[in-house]
Each structure stands twice: as structure tokens, then as C-alpha cells.
């Protein structure tokens, strides 16, 4: 049974843009999944739930921005349970260029010392690991990996990814000749003609941070460079991401491209829109968290996992 993994941030490397002028309209779309659930269950988090964090004397230092906002923020708010016995998940706390081994020393000396991780074999506890936990015949490090929630950056890529057909420096020199494609290389809040593009279009690679989001904000459709489906952008419990933005495969080239998205119907593009435009503010980091921000909707889904527990035995990995 694979461990839950949450994403943090998006991390798609900004591109090129599809330009076209786009009407305006209204916000009224839902960006939800179930909308009439999501307030009830957000302000129910925000009143009753609590998580312990077991104390370390290490330094805790995540490179990730996002990871170290997270880790920052849940430090000084309110959902920290003062007593172990209030909580209704644990946090386990380790820098990221940790050892494998020394991962599984931690859970045995949290295993010896408390009695939080045995009750449920760690399927009550979460942990930051932009990188994942790697294989280990040792008990401890496997069920860390394959019962406990794992806290991530998007995209989890592990590996490298084999494009057949055209490679991405072929793509962009082929939109790059054609009018109708505007490829930039400034950061997205930079860029003005972003507010009357129609398309925006990024690579599925872990290379940048939050121009997705700033897209999104400013009405401009994501579509995603990618030639396998897509199983971890963030908030996929929570957000409509097929109705919010196109996948579509590398091998298509430049024409196939534009086929796609010219056959994209303007009424499911304006709902697309509007949907980006409402979810926006979901995936963004402040100093200073902020109702319904990204601090805030990681912490969301932790409390909507609280009551997923799992009993695993070792024979099972």
C-alpha cells in the first residue's frame, strides 16, 4: 500500500505562451470537487485539528521554498496540540539530505521512546521528503515509506522521463516560427501579455516555482507538456484539474498543438478560465499564512486524512 503524497508547490518550467485575446466573464464557476463539503470540512480544521511534533535537536533545514514555509508556518500556529494526547497526526521531522538509515534510527528511537507509532505502524504521522524515501529492507524506513504521508513538491518525478518523437528544444524552435506562439523566458509576473493570452504553455519538469499559479491568476489556461497521464498536482482531492487545465503529449509537435487547442469549444475554455482564475489563490506561499492560502490547504488535507488509518504488516511491503 503506497503512502499518501501531498504537493506543495508547483514546479513546471515556464515555456511559452499561446496569445489570443480573451473575452471576460463571470466568477461564478466552482473550482471543487464536492463545493458544498469544502467549507464545512475547512472550518471544522480550522477550530478542532492538531498535530504533535516530536522534538528534535537537529537542525531543520528544507531547501525547497515552499517545504520551509510549511515547516515554518505550522511552527507557529495554532493547530500544534501542546500535549501528544490531543493530536490527530504526528509530524516527523527531518532535513532532507538524510540518510536513509538514519531515517529508520528515527522511527526506531520514536517507536522505543513513544507510543504514538506502534498503535497504528506510522499511518498517523507525516513527514517533508521532497525527494521520497528510498527503498530499505530495514522495518522502520518501510513503514515510514509505505505508511505515513508523505509531504512533496510537484512533480514527483523519479527517474529520467524518454520523450519519443520530439524533444523540447525542437517543440519551442518549431512554435517559435510560428505567429500565433510567443516564447519568453522572463519570469511570469513579469510578463504583461500573459493578461490577454488565452493559453499557457509549460513543460512537465521540476525547473522553476510558481509561474502556473501566476498564469492561473491571471486567467491564462495552463496546458501541460507531457506524454503520460498526470497523477500528482497538487490538490487533486480537492480541485477540479480536469476541467482546469489540457495534457497534452510532447509527440504531438507544433501543429498537433495548436489543433488541440484551437478545438478547444468557448464555453469550456471560458469555464476553464474562470475555474484557474477561482483556484488561484489555493497555491499560493505568503510569509504570513493567509485563509484558504497554500499553507493552509496542505493542512487541509492532512485533517481530511486524519481518520485513514492503516494496519500493515511487515509481509505485505
Not at 30 to 40: E, G, K, N, Q, R
Not at 54 to 72: E, G, L, M, V
Not at 253 to 275: F, N
Request: aromatic content about 14%; some cysteine; overall charge negative.
Amino acid at each position: 500500500m503506497a503512502a499518501f503524497t501531498f504537493s506543495l508547490c508547483f514546479l513546471l518550467s515556464f515555456t511559452f505562451l499561446f496569445v489570443l485575446v480573451h473575452p471576460s466573464s463571470s466568477s461564478s464557476a466552482s473550482p471543487y470537487l464536492y463545493p458544498s463539503t469544502f467549507s464545512m470540512n475547512y472550518n471544522k480544521m480550522l477550530t478542532s485539528f492538531k498535530i504533535f511534533i516530536y522534538p528534535t535537536t537537529q537542525r531543520i533545514t528544507f531547501y525547497s521554498p515552499s517545504a520551509s514555509n510549511f515547516y515554518d508556518s505550522v511552527l507557529n500556529s495554532a493547530f500544534i496540540a501542546q500535549e501528544p494526547e490531543e493530536a490527530h497526526l504526528f509530524f516527523v521531522v527531518f532535513s532532507p539530505e538524510v540518510s536513509t538509515r538514519s531515517q529508520a534510527r528515527l522511527v526506531r528511537e520514536l517507536r522505543t521512546k513513544y507510543p504514538y507509532w506502534n498503535r497504528t505502524l506510522g499511518a498517523d504521522h507525516f513527514f517533508i521528503s521532497p525527494e521520497g524515501i528510498d527503498f530499505s529492507s530495514d522495518r522502520n524506513a518501510l513503514e515510514l515509506k509505505k505508511n505515513s504521508v508523505q509531504i512533496s513538491v510537484f512533480p514527483t518525478v523519479s527517474g529520467y522521463l524518454k520523450w519519443d518523437g520530439k524533444t523540447e528544444e525542437e517543440l519551442v524552435e518549431e512554435l517559435r516560427l510560428d505567429s500565433e506562439f510567443v516564447v519568453e523566458t522572463e519570469p511570469l509576473d513579469q510578463l504583461g501579455r500573459v493578461k490577454t493570452s488565452k493559453f499557457c504553455l509549460f513543460f512537465y519538469e521540476a525547473e522553476s516555482t510558481a509561474d502556473l499559479t501566476e498564469a492561473m491568476a491571471a486567467g491564462c489556461v495552463p496546458v501541460v507538456i507531457v506524454d503520460r497521464p498526470v497523477q500528482d498536482f497538487p490538490l487533486m482531492d480537492v480541485l477540479r484539474w480536469s476541467e482546469m487545465a489540457l495534457l497534452i503529449g510532447n509527440r504531438r509537435g507544433g501543429q498537433g498543438l495548436k489543433t488541440v487547442l484551437g478545438g478547444v469549444p468557448e464555453d469550456r475554455y471560458e469555464r476553464m478560465r474562470e475555474l484557474c482564475v477561482a483556484a488561484a489563490h489555493h497555491m499560493v506561499w505568503n510569509a504570513e499564512p493567509q485563509a484558504y492560502d497554500a499553507f493552509h490547504m496542505v493542512i487541509y488535507q492532512l485533517w481530511m486524512r486524519r481518520h485513514t488509518i492503516r494496519y500493515t504488516r511487515r509481509e505485505e511491503f
